[in-house]
C-alpha cells in the first residue's frame, strides 16, 4: 500500500441510535460496509457505537446507517463524547417517564381484575369501561411504547426483523384482539370474550423499566475511556508573539511553545525547552513516583507537572499523542469480537426470524390442537413468545464484557489491542521472555575489566569504548559511559561494522579490532587463553563478559551488567502460580543468561540466539503444542512478537510502541503479563456466563412460552411474565459483566487515572 494510500484510511467513530437487539448489529454493519471505500466495521451493541475503517466520508456512513432504519452521528472529539453522553442520560429519563405512565394504565388493571373489580364485557356499561380502557392503552403504545412501532417500521422497509419487530406484534396483537372484542364482543364465544389491555401496558412498562436499568448499569462499562478522556485538558497555555495566552487543545499547533504550571496537566506531548520539575506519569505507566524532567526531556499529554514552572516545544498533537492512541488502542479493543463473540453473532441474525416462524407455529398449533377458547389461547401463546424470545441478552453478553475487561486492563496499565488476544492470552501455556529490558532494567553498566598481559585496565577500556562509539547497542553505551565518567578520551574509529549476534569491528590507528562475544573471537580464529576462564566466573555473577582483539591477538575482557528489575522474580512466580511455564530468550551468552534465570526462576533458557532466530525459537515451542506468549521491547523483537499467538510489548517512556503486539505493557513490569493473562481468564469466564445464560434463557423460555409444559401440567406462561423476564435477562447480563469492574488481579495495586 502507499503511503498515499495510507494517508487516505480513516478510522471514524459513530453514535448509533435505534439499535435494540443483536440482530440489529449485523444489519448496522451489513450496511456499512456496503459503503464505497469502507475497508472494516464493526458496531458495538453495548456502547451504541460504530468504528469504519477506509477512505469513506462521514456523511456517506450516516447515510447508510439511516437507509437501514437507524440514525447516526459521527463522533470527533470531547465535545461529541460529552453531547453522546447528555443525549444518552436524556433518553434514559425518557425511558422513566414511559415506564411509569405504562405502569400508570396497566398496574391498576393488572390489580383489580383478579380480584373481580373490573366489569365484564356482557355487564351493563363493560363494554363502554373497556372501549375506554383501550383508548388509554392506544396511548400508553402511543406514547410509551411508540419508539418499538417506529423501530419495527424502520426494520420492515429495510428487510430486517430485530426485537422492535417482535415487541410490537406481540403487544399490537393483543391490543388488536382486545379493541374487537371491547367494540364487538359477539364476534368470539363469551368464553374467549377476554381483554388483554393490561398486558400490553405492563409488557411495556416493564421493557422500558429494563431498558432504562441496562442503560444505567451499561453507563458503568465505559468508565475506563471517560477517565481516559478526563486526562486531556481542554486549554492550553501557548506563547504567542511575547504573549502567554489560553486556547482550546484543539488549536495547539506542531512547534508551538507551552507554558506549563504547577499542578497543571500537561496539555500534549513535547520537549522541554526551558525550566524543571517533577512529572507524574503514573497514568502512562504506573510508576508512583514523579519522574524528574529538565531541558530536553520529553513530557506526554495528560501527565501531571507537580512542583515547577517549563516550557515546551509541541512535538505531537491530536490523535498522534501517546494519551489519544492509548484511547483509540482501548477503543478499539473493546469495539473488537472475538471467536467467543462471533458465535454469537451468527445465532442473534437468525434468531428474530427464527423465532417469527415459531410464533406462527405456535399460534396455528393452539388454534387447530388447543382447548377452547382457541382463539384466546393462541393469541396469549403467541404473543409470549414473541416476548420472551428478544435477543436482548444474547447481543449484550460479549462486548458488555469486552468493554469491561479491556477497561480493566488499562486500569493496571495494560493495553490490550484486540479482543481476539484478549481471548487467547487467557489459553497461554508458555510464556518467552526477552532478557535485556523485560526480565532486567536495560540500562547496563560496566562492572568488571580483565587485561591481558601486556594490556592495562586504561587502554583496554579506552579502545572498547572508542570502538563501541559507533554502535546504539545499549551494552556499547554502558561501555562508552564508563570511560567518560573515567574522563578518558576516545580515539577516531574508522570502518566500523556491527555484526548481528556476536559484536563489532572496526579500525583503530590502523589496527584491526574486533570486540564482542565468543562465537566473533571463534570466527576470527582469535586464541583466548584464560581470558575465558575469567569471563566464565564473571558470566555466573550474570554479567555479560565482551572480548578485545586488536589485530587477531586477545587484549582483555569487559564485563557489563544489567541489573535484575526488583519485581521480575515475583511477577515470574505469579506466572508459574496460574500454571504457565516461562522460558527466557535472548542473544547474550549461555552463563550470563543462566545466571539470570536461576536468580528468577525461569524454566528454560535459549541463549546466543540471534535477532533473526527468535521468531523460530518462539515456532519450536508452538511445535511442542505450546500456546506461546512472547514478551519483548516492541522493536527488536517484532518478529517473534508477531510469530507469538500473543506479543505482548514493553512499552515504557513516553514513546510508547502501541503497534508492535497485541498488548502493550506501559509500564516495564512482568507483572502486567500475570495481569493481562488473570483478566483475559476472568473476562471470558465471564462471556462464558453471559452467553450460556442468554442461551439457556432463550433456549427454555420459547417452547414454555409456546406451551410446551401446558399438556402435562397445565401451565402458561403470562405474557406480562414474560415481559419481566425479557426485560430482566438484559439487566442480570450487563450486572454480570459490571461484576469485573471489582475485579483484582492478586498481584499488585491497579493505575488509578
Not at 486500569?411 to 481476539?420: A, P, T
Request: with cysteine; glycine share 10%; aromatic share 4%.
Amino acid at each position: 500500500m502507499s503511503a498515499v494510500e495510507k494517508d487516505a484510511i480513516e478510522t471514524r467513530r459513530l453514535s448509533i441510535a435505534g439499535m435494540s437487539c443483536a440482530g440489529c448489529v449485523a444489519s448496522v454493519e451489513n450496511a456499512l460496509k456496503t459503503v464505497p471505500g469502507v475497508r472494516e466495521a464493526a458496531v458495538n451493541f453495548a456502547e451504541h457505537t460504530a468504528t469504519v475503517s477506509g477512505e469513506a466520508s462521514a456523511e456517506a456512513l450516516v447515510a447508510a446507517v439511516k437507509q437501514a432504519g437507524y440514525d447516526a452521528a459521527e463522533l470527533r472529539g470531547v465535545a461529541d463524547e460529552a453531547e453522546k453522553e447528555a443525549s444518552e442520560a436524556a433518553h434514559y429519563r425518557a425511558l422513566v417517564r414511559k415506564t411509569a405512565v405504562a405502569a400508570a394504565v396497566g398496574l391498576p388493571l393488572f390489580v383489580a381484575e383478579p380480584l373481580g373489580l373490573l366489569p365484564m364485557l356482557s355487564e351493563s356499561g363493560g363494554q363502554l369501561f373497556w372501549l375506554l380502557v383501550g383508548a388509554a392503552t392506544l396511548f400508553v403504545l402511543v406514547y410509551s411504547g411508540g419508539h418499538f412501532f417506529r423501530g419495527a417500521l424502520k426494520a420492515f422497509r429495510a428487510h430486517n426483523a430485530n426485537m422492535d419487530t417482535l415487541i410490537a406484534l406481540g403487544t399490537g396483537t393483543a391490543w388488536v384482539y382486545s379493541i374487537a372484542v371491547a367494540a364487538a364482543p359477539n364476534i368470539v364465544p363469551s368464553i374467549a370474550q377476554h381483554a388483554y389491555f393490561e398486558a400490553a401496558a405492563i409488557i411495556i412498562a416493564l421493557i422500558n423499566l429494563g431498558q432504562a436499568l441496562e442503560m444505567r448499569a451499561r453507563g458503568k462499562t465505559s468508565e475506563a475511556i471517560r477517565r481516559l478522556i478526563g486526562l486531556q485538558p481542554r486549554t492550553a497555555r501557548v506563547v504567542r508573539e511575547g504573549r502567554e495566552i489560553d486556547v482550546p487543545i484543539e488549536e495547539v499547533g506542531l512547534e508551538d511553545t507551552v507554558r506549563v504550571r504547577p499542578g497543571e496537566k500537561i496539555p500534549v506531548d513535547g520537549v522541554i525547552l526551558d525550566g524543571h520539575s517533577t512529572v507524574d506519569e503514573s497514568m502512562l505507566t504506573g510508576e508512583p513516583l514523579p519522574v524528574e524532567k529538565r531541558a530536553s526531556d520529553e513530557v506526554t499529554g495528560g501527565t501531571l507537572n507537580k512542583s515547577g514552572s517549563f516550557l515546551f516545544k509541541a512535538t505531537r498533537i491530536g490523535r498522534d499523542t501517546a494519551l489519544a492512541r492509548i484511547i483509540e488502542m482501548v477503543r478499539q479493543a473493546q469495539n473488537s469480537k472475538p471467536a467467543i463473540g462471533r458465535l454469537a453473532d451468527r445465532v442473534s441474525s437468525v434468531f428474530v426470524p427464527t423465532v417469527l416462524i415459531v410464533a406462527v407455529v405456535t399460534f396455528l398449533a393452539w388454534f387447530n390442537l388447543g382447548p377452547s377458547p382457541v382463539v384466546s389461547y393462541a393469541l396469549v401463546a403467541t404473543m409470549t413468545v414473541l416476548i420472551i424470545a428478544c435477543p436482548c441478552a444474547l447481543g449484550l453478553a460479549t462486548p458488555i464484557s469486552i468493554m469491561v475487561g479491556v477497561g480493566k486492563a488499562a486500569e493496571y496499565g495494560v493495553l490490550i489491542r484486540n479482543g481476539e488476544a484478549l481471548q487467547q492470552a487467557g489459553r497461554l501455556t508458555t510464556v518467552v521472555l526477552d532478557k535485556t529490558g523485560t526480565v532486567t532494567e536495560g540500562r547496563p553498566t560496566a562492572t568488571a575489566l580483565v587485561a591481558a598481559p601486556g594490556w592495562d585496565e586504561r587502554r583496554l577500556l579506552v579502545t572498547a569504548a572508542s570502538v563501541e562509539s559507533g554502535s546504539e547497542h545499549p551494552l556499547a553505551q554502558a561501555i562508552v559511559d564508563a570511560a567518560k565518567e573515567r574522563g578518558l578520551a576516545l580515539e577516531p574509529a574508522s570502518a566500523f561494522e556491527a555484526i548481528a549476534g556476536r559484536g563489532v569491528r572496526a579500525t583503530l590507528n590502523g589496527k584491526v579490532v574486533l570486540f564482542g562475544n565468543r562465537r566473533l573471537m571463534e570466527e576470527h580464529g582469535v586464541t583466548l587463553g584464560g581470558l575465558e576462564a575469567e569471563a566464565g566466573r564473571l558470566a555466573a555473577l550474570a554479567a555479560t563478559p565482551m572480548y578485545l582483539a586488536v589485530d587477531g591477538r586477545a587484549a582483555g575482557v569487559v564485563a557489563v551488567s544489567d541489573p535484575i528489575k526488583a519485581d521480575s522474580a515475583a511477577a515470574i512466580k505469579r506466572l508459574h502460580a496460574i500454571g504457565l511455564r516461562v522460558v527466557m530468550l535472548t542473544g547474550d551468552n549461555r552463563a550470563t543468561a543462566q545466571a539470570v534465570a536461576a536468580q528468577v526462576g525461569i524454566d528454560e533458557v535459549f541463549a546466543e540466539v540471534l535477532p533473526g532466530d527468535k521468531s523460530a525459537k518462539v515456532a519450536e515451542l508452538q511445535a511442542r503444542n505450546e500456546i506461546v506468549g512472547m514478551v519483548g521491547d516492541g522493536i527488536n523483537d517484532a518478529p517473534a512478537l508477531a510469530r507469538a499467538d500473543v506479543g505482548f510489548a514493553i512499552g515504557t517512556g513516553t514513546d510508547v510502541a502501541i503497534e508492535s503486539g497485541d498488548v502493550t505493557l506501559m509500564r516495564g513490569s512482568l507483572h502486567g503479563v500475570a495481569d493481562a493473562i488473570a483478566i483475559s481468564r476472568a473476562t471470558v469466564r465471564n462471556i462464558k456466563q453471559n452467553l450460556f445464560g442468554a442461551f439457556v434463557y432463550n433456549t427454555l423460555g420459547i417452547p414454555v412460552a409456546a406451551g410446551l409444559l401446558y399438556p402435562f401440567f397445565g401451565v402458561l406462561l403470562n405474557p406480562m411474565i414474560a415481559g419481566a423476564a425479557m426485560a430482566m435477562s438484559s439487566v442480570t447480563v450487563v450486572t454480570n459483566a459490571n461484576r469485573l469492574r471489582y475485579f483484582n488481579s492478586g498481584g499488585r495495586e491497579r493505575v488509578r487515572a
